[in-house]
């Protein structure tokens, strides 16, 4: 069986992934689906977890504890 070549892939960039329904993910212009939201106790705990990392982290000035997000490196990313 053949090998995929990265570069025979589409490649994505941020403005294809904002028109996309569902939840994907971008990485190098590759796009991956993603796996449903998580549930509500996991949710829970990483609500606590960030809860304790923004308490220790409260001193540092250049620190940051965040939930998830988007976050864009570059455009295909």
């Known amino acids: ?5 990265l570069e025979d892939l589409p490649h994505y960039v941020y403005e294809d992934y904002e028109r ?3 939840r994907w993910e971008l990485v190098h212009g ?8 998580p549930i509500f ?3 829970a705990v990483s609500d606590n ?3 304790e990392l923004r308490s220790v982290l409260k001193k540092c ?3 940051r504890a965040v939930s998830a ?3 864009i490196i570059a455009e295909d990313t």
């Open 30 to 37: 590759i796009p991956y689906a993603m796996s449903p939201s």
């Open 69 to 71: 997000l988007d976050w």
């Open 49 to 51: 977890i960030i809860q």
């Open 61 to 63: 000035k250049l620190c």
């Open 20 to 22: 996309w329904e569902g």
């Open 41 to 43: 106790h996991h949710q």
């Open 1 to 5: 069986m053949a090998q995929i070549k």
